[in-house]
Each structure stands twice: as structure tokens, then as C-alpha cells.
T-cell receptor
């Protein structure tokens, strides 16, 4: 199993540009999560999907952020327009519900730098 | 509002000694707790978990203790090894709530050879 795959691994862009981060979850997993890691706030959940449907997007910071999951094997997180304060590491994770608990498996992350 | 707090940003421990990482939470609805370990340039990986019906869970060198009345949990690593040097995140969730994990800000553990 290849694990959760994220692309790109690094992204450097200029303020105002559109940024698209991509994620391929582990096959068979029915939950997908997008997190952002910063020094000040640690790992924050932005949004999560269940069976491709967004369930909770209360962590999405602003309307500039949007996420989609068109099918079970692909999700995108888009920032438009990007701002320097969006610079962070963005992680995608997936899981499969087994009884009362499950384990989230994380991808390697995308380090975003907005100049 | 940080519902899961790791008040020590860093910790250094001699190889072979015990490492103790602490975590506090404020939401009494949390009833399942996890520790994740993160190496540089990698995503976090699951380490160990504990349900609120227990006060201790052990897996090899790793033991997690939960004190519900104090809303406190700790991770003990005995003996500490150089490969344990990483950032450790505490996380909490409501088992029968939604799937959200609430993470702390992490503690960077350095094992000194």
C-alpha cells in the first residue's frame, strides 16, 4: 500500500496567486481530512469528508479556501487568492471507520510558501 | 481556544532514561485520546491511544496514562532511544461524536546519546 499521497511536496507562490494542493487517500478509506500545521497553532483540522461528502468545514479559515472530493481516490484543497499568512504545511489524512475508533493515516504534507 | 494543550514545546532526555510528555485538555466530552509521532518532512504517524474507560495503556516501550479527573494524559517512553527524537502530538476526540481529532501544538523530544 502506497499510503496517502500528496502533491506537490513543496509549493512557492506569490501573493494573489491560486494554489491547488492534491491528495490521494488510501484505497478503501472512507474518510478524508485536510489539516494545516503552523508553529503557533499546531495541527488544525480544516475540513473532512465522508464518502466524498463534506461533513465539517468549520475549520476552513476563509472563503479563500475551498476543498473538493470528486471521487473516492482524489481530493483538492484550493486557496484563491493566496496570502503570506497561508504559508504552512498542509496535510491530508485518511481513515476507515472500524467500530468506535479509527486511526488516521497522514500523507507527507505539502509545504506552502506564499511570498 | 486551545482545547488540547501541550505546554512544553521541547524536552531533552538522556538515552536510556524515561521520557515523559504531558498533555492537558479542557473539553470534558473528549473520551478517546491518541499520541502521534512526527519526523521532519514526514506526516504524523499513530503511536498509541487510550479510551476514557481505561487509565493506562501499554505498547512495548510506550505507555499512556489518563487522569480523567485532572483532564490530563501523559506518554512515557522507557527506555528512550535516539530514534525517539521527533515531535509528539497529543490528540483527542469524542468517540460517538464526529470524526474530528483535536491536536495539541506538539512537543519536540530530543534524545541525547
Amino acid at each position: 500500500d502506497a499510503g496517502v499521497i500528496q502533491s506537490p511536496r513543496h509549493e512557492v507562490t506569490e501573493m494573489g496567486q491560486e494554489v491547488t494542493l492534491r491528495c490521494k487517500p488510501i484505497s478503501g478509506h472512507d474518510y478524508l481530512f485536510w489539516y494545516r500545521q503552523t508553529m503557533m497553532r499546531g495541527l488544525e483540522l480544516l475540513i473532512y469528508f465522508n464518502n466524498n461528502v463534506p461533513i465539517d468545514d468549520s475549520g476552513m479559515p476563509e472563503d479563500r479556501f475551498s476543498a473538493k472530493m470528486p471521487n473516492a481516490s482524489f481530493s483538492t484543497l484550493k486557496i484563491q487568492p493566496s496570502e503570506p499568512r497561508d504559508s504552512a504545511v498542509y496535510f491530508c489524512a485518511s481513515s476507515y471507520r472500524q467500530g468506535a475508533t479509527d486511526t488516521q493515516y497522514f500523507g507527507p504534507g505539502t509545504r506552502l510558501t506564499v511570498l | 481556544d486551545q482545547q488540547v494543550k501541550q505546554n512544553s514545546p521541547s524536552l531533552s532526555v538522556q538515552e536510556g532514561r524515561i521520557s515523559i510528555l504531558n498533555c492537558d485538555y479542557t473539553n470534558s466530552m473528549f473520551d478517546y485520546f491518541l499520541w502521534y509521532k512526527k519526523y521532519p518532512a514526514e506526516g504524523p504517524t499513530f503511536l498509541i491511544s487510550i479510551s476514557s474507560i481505561k487509565d493506562k495503556n501499554e505498547d512495548g516501550r510506550f505507555t499512556v496514562f489518563l487522569n480523567k479527573s485532572a483532564k490530563h494524559l501523559s506518554l512515557h517512553i522507557v527506555p528512550s532511544q535516539p530514534g525517539d527524537s521527533a515531535v509528539y502530538f497529543c490528540a483527542a476526540r469524542m468517540v460517538f461524536g464526529n470524526e474530528k481529532l483535536t491536536f495539541g501544538t506538539g512537543t519536540r523530544l530530543t534524545i541525547i546519546p
